[in-house]
């Protein structure tokens, strides 16, 4: 079948076929062909980029993840316990699907600006600790002052905000190198 075709078919067919699916194919498609897929994001400016260590804490610029998918990519690839800064600036984002990996992974979030009571409400209880900041440069003092050694401190956006990507960069790294 090809897309026109499907496309023609609407709504009330596709969805029941797309929920046909095998799970298991799923399962493999997430666990070796996308990580495949995805793996050059690690080389994508701003994307996983370990700038800084200081005190064995890793500081780990990701400004280019823009989306709750990107920050997820970044959040399935950290190996040791995170301190994630998101900027939540923007409540119609929907950060649901990074539940399970801030369960594992996140020890403490700190939330970027005042439009962020989504990112609040969808990880109290989750999260064991949530800040609420005013700017980036906090966030990252606050996080260097409760990051403990062999963590690594990851600034990963999880929204689109009027900043670019290499601004925020700009701004993280230079908030880490006045520690």
Not at 133 to 158: D, G, R
Request: aromatic fraction near 10%; include cysteine.
């Amino acid at each position: 079948m090809n897309f026109e075709l499907l496309a023609r078919q609407g709504r009330t067919k596709l969805h029941p076929g797309l929920a046909g699916i095998n799970r298991n194919k799923l399962v493999q498609l997430r666990n070796e062909s996308l990580r495949n897929c995805f793996s050059s994001f690690n080389e994508t400016e701003n994307r996983l980029d370990v700038f800084a260590r200081i005190h064995d804490i890793e500081y780990i610029n990701d400004s280019a993840s823009e989306t709750p998918n990107s920050t997820w990519f970044s959040l399935e690839n950290m190996t040791k316990p995170t301190i994630w800064i998101a900027c939540c600036g923007n409540d119609q984002t929907d950060p649901t699907s990074l539940i399970p990996l801030a369960l594992e992974k996140v020890r403490i979030l700190f939330c970027i600006g005042s439009e962020n009571q989504n990112f609040k409400r969808i990880f109290e209880g989750i999260i064991p600790v949530i800040f609420q900041v005013e700017s980036l440069s906090e966030a990252v003092k606050k996080a260097s002052y409760f990051s403990q050694s062999n963590e690594a401190v990851l600034f990963s956006p999880a929204c689109s905000t009027y900043k670019t990507a290499n601004q925020w960069a700009e701004e993280f790294k230079k908030a880490v190198y006045e520690l």
